[in-house]
């Protein structure tokens, strides 16, 4: 069983910056592939960004070069580095984690999930 928290959210101006944190437990083997996720008010969710174990990275189009994925792994912690924020990436923001596959991170249907956190980015 995996457990994740995630924490970091608020609010900010356009421009600003946050970064958001997720505190993970359970096996390693269970969270081989974390990412992270958005959903705003009437519009589907959306994957964000996602790390495999290896370390490889993915990302949305509309957030490459301004976010940043990356993990502690020595203390279970993902961060979501979030630079340039606009008023379009207000959304609850989701922690996402899945075990050992053959199919790549960014592909995934994740089983394991946070609570969420808001983001909201005003103009």
């Known amino acids: 069983q995996v457990q994740l928290v995630e924490s970091g959210g608020g609010s900010v101006q356009t421009g600003g910056s946050l970064r958001l944190s997720c505190a993970a437990s359970?096996?390693?083997?269970?969270?081989?592939?974390m990412g992270w996720f958005r959903q705003a008010p009437g519009k589907e969710r959306e994957g964000v960004a996602s790390?495999?174990?290896?370390?490889?990275?993915n990302y949305l189009d509309s957030v490459k070069g301004r976010f940043t994925i990356s993990e502690d792994s020595a203390k279970n912690t993902l961060f979501l580095q979030m630079n340039s924020l606009k008023p379009e990436d207000s959304a609850t923001y989701y922690c996402?984690?899945?075990?050992?596959?053959?199919?790549?991170?960014?592909?995934?249907?994740?089983?394991?999930w946070g609570q969420g956190t808001q983001v909201t980015v005003s103009s």
């Open positions: 996402a984690a899945d075990p050992v596959g053959p199919i790549r991170c960014a592909d995934r249907k994740y089983i394991y």
């Open positions: 359970g096996s390693p083997y269970s969270r081989a592939c």
């Open positions: 790390i495999s174990s290896g370390g490889s990275t």
